[in-house]
């Protein structure tokens, strides 16, 4: 058996989860050479206010006006 751990900022579809998960269990299972139904995927999805870039969290930056070129 293979697991996958998927950690990834929340907002993303079911939809999108969905495929996500059959692309990775079928390259995982054609470069590990292991039978697909062995391959588990587990997506661990994090708010936006746990995740830090630096010294801020996501929904910190997102609230940081982009600064325009001089």
């Given amino acids: 058996m293979l697991v996958?751990?998927?950690?990834?900022?929340?907002?993303?579809?079911?939809?999108?989860?969905?495929?996500?998960?059959?692309?990775?269990?079928?390259?995982?299972?054609?470069?590990?050479?292991?039978?697909?139904?062995?391959?588990?995927?587990i997506i661990y999805e994090v708010g936006r206010h746990e995740w830090g870039i630096g010294p801020m969290t996501m929904a910190e930056r997102d609230a940081v006006p982009p600064q325009t070129g001089a």
């Fill in 4 to 41: 996958l751990k998927i950690t990834m900022v929340e907002g993303r579809t079911p939809e999108q989860k969905a495929e996500l998960i059959r692309r990775l269990a079928e390259v995982a299972a054609r470069h590990f050479d292991v039978p697909i139904g062995e391959i588990r995927t």
